[in-house]
Nanobody, 123 residues
Framework: QVHLVESGGGLVQAGGSLRLSCQAS????????MGWFRQAPGKEREFVAA????????YYADSVKGRFTISSDNAKNTMYLQMNSLIPDDTGVYYC????????????????WGQGTQVTVSS
């Protein structure tokens, strides 16, 4: 089972940027995209973005489209989430998921999950 580790979270002011990383312990071969999710206090975990294994296709939740960019480096077994123009509603714990089922701008994660990295955006 692949082990995922997120990093890059922190405290940032509104309008600022952060870059999250998700390091996989090994390369996984799957037809499913990998992706990012987040969970705000008192709320359910929600889909943020996903990327196909070859990086050709990306998917975003409406709430982050135009502000966040997902990418990957297969040589490093690492997936990234560049977050720009952050707003307080982006606050939460961000998780990467090994596999994501995407339908439109929504996704469901399954397989391995990382432990999460905290992102806090102050107003």
């Amino acid at each position: 089972q692949v082990h995922l580790v997120e990093s890059g979270g922190g405290l940032v002011q509104a309008g600022g940027s952060l870059r999250l990383s998700c390091q996989a312990s090994e390369r996984t071969f799957s037809d499913y995209p990998m992706g990012w999710f987040r969970q705000a206090p008192g709320k359910e975990r929600e889909f943020v973005a996903a990327i196909s294994r070859n990086g050709a296709n990306t998917y975003y939740a409406d709430s982050v489209k135009g502000r966040f960019t997902i990418s990957s480096d297969n040589a490093k077994n690492t997936m990234y989430l560049q977050m720009n123009s952050l707003i307080p509603d982006d606050t939460g714990v961000y998780y990467c998921a090994e596999r994501v089922t995407v339908a439109g701008n929504r996704g469901v994660g399954f397989g391995s999950w990382g432990q999460g990295t905290q992102v806090t955006v102050s107003s």
